[in-house]
């Protein structure tokens, strides 16, 4: 386990041009403290700030000079007062020099190990940058880096810079900043070091990595371009979710005297006949069955181990395929990278061949890959050349895995040039969409990239630990709102939307968008209820399986019958069917059908009352639309004539009805191919039935 | 017969031309196999698989036996009927002379197939011969009609269901293209026009019927006799019908066992693109990986179903712990408790909502920027009207801009930054190869992103670059192992075909396990080919030098398998040693040290665990005494 232990010590500047920055420093080190407490115990950490107005370390002690640098905590395991000693970091007052701060870190270091440790030895850097560094005694400035650097190196230190810039660095002085950067690269070159550059608060959350996982080769082996020509390659994961803790589960009927109650929770597996829940089975008597139509097959484990398929470990080259042939939506795991074996200098070539002819071509390896022997299944997927900017990586590939033919579904999809007009955006439209995707920019430029991965933190995570360490302290703390630096991540940077307030007001503008009210109560009131619920509502209903939703499936444009369910809609879709002309006659005839059908078949009441009147409504709306007029006019009369030998107080109350929707004749003025006039229409329904 | 009085009544007429824009996704499908089997198809032969001549008939019935194979996987619960016609015995509801059904027990005749069911169906040529018989069921001087009353059967075999949720086909097999050819005069125009209206309600119906005709190599199946006016064929339809009708038998046999899922919307989700602006889309899954079919524990004894239950019990009390438990993470010497509720809590971000950070230029999405299968999103203007409108505009925009929107995802388990990437439509073929819609590609945060380059860089000096003439070879090399117009889904899983494989052969207790074509295995004797193998000597040669040897850098053994090694020999040495077979029979075994029993185990890979007697009876098992 030593090789998995850790001392680190990290390096901040806490001078007052760092100031604005510290929260954020505090959080990233508290977030570092508190997961090392679950996950790595018996680390050790240390912190070292410069730019403080005191001095205090031990080389000043011994030999003088490192003013301004503070040893806040020695190397020391972690533990739960590290949490609060770096929850709140002293301000400092001056310009500190971060190579003597850099010094006493590694002196510290050196000293609490004395040549005995296996584990990982880690410093790191946290600064702006801003000030210059103070000129050595004797020799340059670089003489005195490369001095620090093989120091390090010696040592096996492995050093991170975390320089903070963009917007938090304005004002500063160019040509220090520049020497700082150049004296700050020179240590990747000597030593085992990564510089990195964070522009936003956000990303300087997620700059440093809070939890260390050693990486582990998921595969060694060779990288079969043919039976004549291999190449040694290692594969490790690029990408694994680091997931939400998994809580043990808590028992809290050990009575509180008892000490030594361990509160834990065993889990307790029966297996009862489906039939007759009284007849227990033990483990060891089941057998694994699989459904083979409605019949389930029993089939041993020894029966299968014997057929099963079984390949043969290793990665071979199926061949090379244009990188268009391969879309990026069709990646389905996490990724892996492939790297020649260390040490290896042939592969490293052979890689880089690849590597770089494959990004000059715009090609892809596809491969099939078998990692361990006795995996049961193969895993196809594709290498993209991953090309390194840094003299001091080799070049790779990252590796993908692709789907089988079983794995993919084919849905239909309508096309859009499909849809009726009305889903069409219009040259107005589409003006204001372009606008808004070239104007709402999140990486203006390739250093600027907002949001990057790479360092942006998983904010809840982030909350769940910052809720643990209130929890332990007072354990019914509420759950804490998400971190304010953090908003950036999920919610739109309110800097950025008012930079462009004039593009999104102009997108709002030109879009009209609104719930559908035709929606059947029962939906809409879901819909609703989950509208008004804003971002901090309980979303059961989102997340209840679509059939409780109660929405149905089908595309609007291809709807070609008016069902029982909703008829309105279905005739909406129906005559907006731009596909063919002939959808206005036949939905309109379908209404009707429809509207005499509920109107005759059964009794007028009061269900089917209101669906009728709701479809008349929608018919008389698409007629108008659609310059149809005479078609409703003749169905009205009809359907007054048809109701004048039913019963007479139904009939008096459809009229009643229609007269308080106003559903009366469609009138020149509506639709200009109407044969009646205005005051016709409004007449028809007002005069009561003359049988009165 | 009691048919469905919606089906009836409704009016078809206006449907004929819109059958294009059938998408509709029947959950469901009703197919009835309706196979001739007059003494025609049973002499007429034509050339088999291998080569041999085969009857029409026994083409026809092995077609269906392969299509009930993968349909009993692909389509689960898809329905289907088996009917012969043109028989000497009858059997069907309708008590109609020269229709067979043929079905086995435990099943209604149109219903799931079963494992008995194409067992049986296996044996079905047999059963002709012994039971069945074949016979014209339409000669001249009766008024009999066989293919009528096939229709007619194969139409009431169908009532069930309405056409709303499942799709409804007949499969007719035959090689008679003039089924009336023994009728003459009056009676035959009789017979054709009964017939073409009892196609023609089974139609009406909703009920597609299709012809799978058998030829003859010295005579053609010509459609157009007969049964073009059946399936209603005219024009361009009826020249190109016999080529494209072999195909379909083809496409009958050889399926490929995948399993069909009907399309589903996974969510609805509400898109923020700006305070005061949401739209509304749908996700869906257009690629799961597929796993081979869910596990039912079953008793051993009695082969039925159990079912786990599962209890929670207090180490300490032994007491059953009821409702949502606490949870609990150790943390600082102490136990932090948390509940189910406040657990939750801490996931819930802008829930179920998809929020619009903004937009980046597609180079920025890196081929690692990836943790799970994407999902599709297409946009609904069922609930919010207008989202249609705005989701087309944002996505052309996307698209000539070649841009990629950075959204938010708060889905209530795992709350993510995803990538939308638009992606136009790509027809191929006529058919649609590529949707129009986003796909919503789940983001790493850098807490799941590990800097391995990083963990890399041991060595001081700039680490190897190849020199432009091994990029030219490379370039070269990979021009000839060119996999032209390659496509993501060109290869089937061979785990996954295995397992259905192998499941059917134990279902149907099959005598041998079918082999099954490995695609994705390289294409070796391609790889050989003189120009490619020139190709891959010259990249070999140029990065690896001349004299480059790979058997003087054999894999370095490392210690621990040297041991390992080492011991396996050790053991197989010691286990020469001893007659087991005599130790066992006089009981001697018990004299032998457990070291010494060890030797056995180890060399005939058993379990080295416990205590002495059990080793010893392991041994004993094992060889059998």
Known sequence: MARNKEKMVMVLDVGPSMHAVLPEVEKLCTMLIEKKLIHHRADEVGFVLFGTEETDNELTNEVGGYEHVTVLRNMKVVDGDLVDGVQQLPRGTVRGDYLDAIVVGVDMLIKDYKGSFKGRKRICLITNAQCPVKDPDEGTKEDQVSMIAKQMDEKGISFETIVVRGLLSVGADKRTLEENDHLLNLFSIKASAKIVHVQNPCSLMGALRTRHISPVTIFRGELEISLKMKIKVWVYKKTAEEKFPTLKKYSDKAPPTDKFATHDVKVDYEYQSVEDPDKVVPPEQRIKGYRYGPQVVPISSAEWDAVKFKPEKGVKLLGFADASNVRRHYYVKDVNIFIAESGDTRATLAVSALARAMKEMNKVAIVRCVWRQGQQNVVVGVLTPNISENDNTADSFYFNTLPFIEDVREFQFPSFSNFPASWQPNDKQQDAADELVKMLDLAPSSKDDVLLPEFTPNPILERFYRFLELKSREADAAVPPLDGTLRRITEPDPELVAKNKYVLDKFRSSFEVKVNPKLKKSTQRVMEDNRAGGSDEEDGLLDAPPEALAVRSSDDTHVDEIGDSNPVQDFEAMISRRDSPDWIGKAIQKMKNKISGLLLSRPYQEINNSTALDCLEALRKGCIMEQEPKQYNDFLRECIDENKLGDHNIFTRFYRDLASKGLTLISKTEAPDSEVPEDEARRFLLKEPKEE | MDLDPEDVFKDHEDDEDSEFFLLRDSTKEFVVYLIDASPKMFTATCPGADGENETHFHIAVTSVAQALKTHIINHTYNEVAICFFNTKEKRNSQDLSGVFVFDVAEREHLDRPTARLIKEFGCV????????????????????????????????????????????????????????????????????????????????????????PFSRPDEEFKVSIFYADLI??????????????????????????????????????????????????????????????????????????????????????????????????????????????????????????????????????????????????????????????????????????????????????????????????????????????????????????????????????????????????????????????????????????????????????????????????????????????????????????????????????????????????????????????????????????????????????????????????????????
């Open chain 2, 125 to 212: 040529e047999e059963l002709f011969a012994k039971e069945i018989g074949s016979q014209y069921g339409i000669v001249s001087g009766s008024w009999e009609n066989s293919l009528y009353n096939a229709l007619w059967v194969a139409q009431a075999l169908l009532r069930k269901g309405s056409t709303k949720t499942a799709e409804k086909r007949i499969l007719l097999l035959t090689n008679e293209d003039d089924p009336f050819r023994n009728i003459s005069g009056i009676a035959k125009a009789d017979m054709i026009r009964t017939t073409l209206q009892r196609a023609k309600d089974a139609q009406d119906l909703g009920i597609s019927i299709e012809l799978i």
């Open chain 2, 232 to 625: 209603g064929l005219e024009g361009d339809d009826l020249i190109e019908y016999m080529p494209s009708a072999g195909q379909k038998l083809e496409d009958m046999k050889n399926q490929l066992r995948k399993r069909m899922f009907a399309k589903r919307i996974v969510k609805r989700i509400k898109f923020v693109i700006t305070n005061g602006l949401s739209i509304d889309l749908h996700t869906y899954a257009l690629i799961r990986p597929t796993a081979p079919g869910a596990i039912t524990w079953l008793d051993s004894v009695t082969n039925r179903p159990l079912k786990a239950e599962r209890s929670f019990i207090c180490a300490d009390t032994g007491a059953l712990m009821q409702g949502p438990l606490k949870r609990y993470q150790p943390y600082k010497n102490e136990d932090v408790k948390f509940s189910e509720e406040e657990l939750r809590e801490i996931k819930r971000v802008s829930t179920g909502h998809l929020r619009l950070l903004g937009f980046k230029p597609l180079s920025c999405l890196k081929d690692y920027h990836n943790l799970k299968p994407s999902t599709f999103v297409f946009p609904s203007d069922k609930e919010v009207i207008g989202s249609t409108c705005a989701f087309v505009a944002l996505h052309r925009a996307m698209i000539r801009n070649q841009r990629f929107a950075l959204a938010f995802y708060g889905l209530s388990t795992n709350p993510r930054l995803v990538a939308l990437v638009a992606q136009e439509e790509i027809i191929s073929d006529g058919g649609q190869f590529e949707p129009p819609g986003m796909h919503m590609i789940f983001l790493p945060y850098s807490d799941d992103i590990r800097d391995i380059e990083q963990s890399q860089l041991t060595t001081k000096r700039p680490a190897h670059r190849a020199t432009e003439d091994q990029i030219q070879k490379a370039a070269a090399l990979m021009k000839r192992i060119y996999l032209k117009d390659f496509s993501v889904c060109q290869f089937s899983n061979p785990a996954l075909q295995r397992h259905y494989a192998v499941l059917q052969a134990l279902a149907l207790d099959e005598d041998e396990m079918p082999e099954i074509h490995d695609e994705t295995l390289p294409d070796e004797e391609g790889m050989s080919r003189p120009v490619v193998a020139k190709a891959i000597q010259e990249f070999r040669t140029s990065v690896y030098g001349e004299d480059y040897d790979e058997a003087d850098d054999k894999p370095r053994e490392s210690e621990a398998s040297k041991k390992r090694k080492a011991a396996a020999e050790i053991v197989a040495q010691e286990y020469k040693n001893y007659d087991w077979e005599e130790l066992a029979d006089s009981g001697k075994l018990k004299d032998l040290t457990v070291v010494e029993l060890k030797y056995y185990l180890a060399a005939q890979k058993l379990p080295l665990a416990g205590k002495k007697e059990v080793l010893i009876s392991r041994i004993l098992t094992h060889l059998g005494k």
